[in-house]
């Protein structure tokens, strides 16, 4: 079992469509973080979670919401996209603040129609 | 905010060569975190260095953060090396933000 798990793995979505990203970590972790990584450029901070309480919003625009029910569980819905929000999602998890070694999921490959 | 830059932006090796990877950031940090990103987009987590120099088999990192730098050795390179090499800073500070370079995309050839 791998220690932060992401589902689907690859996402196509038209633009109207509401969809969900789900992460799942196993490591006992307390704080969960997403990260969007566009083609040719570094990996940017959207979200932070500390104890399924969130401590950072990147200004993010609001068709992207994020849902942490638990320390083990963060979620992203998604709705009314943009073909330029196409890009890999990527969920980490540490086990207190940033200031902690962060662990990978796998990423979800999200393309926006 | 902190600026990171890494260097070089691409490196192609034949397998067996050394490297030596750069990264540069403008302000101190507290945290600084190595990480490298293979071809199907999965980020592993090499060192967590805000100073000092560690060894990991083939791979040693260095940082010197009063000098505002961190140095990651690839030794024996091999094809699995390829990928994507990360530096990540930050304060430090609960909650404080990493903040992450360009990458180091490198290429063993064999």
């Known amino acids: 079992e791998t220690g932060v798990t992401q589902t689907p793995r690859h996402l196509v979505m038209g633009m109207t469509n509401k969809k969900s990203l789900k992460c799942e970590q196993h490591?006992?972790?307390?704080?969960m973080y997403w990260y969007k990584q566009s083609a040719k450029k570094p990996l940017e901070l959207m979200f932070v979670?500390?104890?399924?309480?969130?401590?950072e919003n990147n200004s993010v625009p609001s068709r992207f919401s994020p849902e942490c029910p638990n320390s083990s569980h963060l979620f992203l819905h998604l709705h009314t996209l943009q073909p330029e929000d196409s890009a890999l999602y990527l969920c980490a998890s540490s086990l207190g603040g940033s200031a902690d070694t962060q662990y990978f999921g796998p990423g979800t490959r999200l393309t926006v129609l | 905010g902190i600026q990171v830059e890494q260097s070089p932006p691409d490196l192609i090796l034949q397998e067996g060569a050394n490297s030596t990877l750069r990264c540069n950031f403008s302000?101190?940090?507290?945290?600084l975190q190595w990480f490298h990103q293979n071809p199907w987009g999965q980020l592993i987590n090499l060192f967590y260095?805000?100073?000092g120099t560690k060894q990991n088999g083939r791979l040693s990192a260095t940082t010197v953060a009063t000098e505002r730098y961190s140095l990651l050795y690839i030794s024996s390179s091999q094809t699995t090396d390829s990928g994507v090499y990360f530096c990540a800073v930050g304060p430090g500070t609960s909650g404080s933000r990493l903040t992450f370079g360009e990458g180091t995309q490198l290429t063993v050839n064999p």
């Open positions: 260095i805000p100073s």
């Open positions: 302000d101190s940090v507290n945290n």
């Open positions: 490591l006992g972790h307390n704080a």
């Open positions: 979670y500390n104890f399924k309480e969130q401590t």
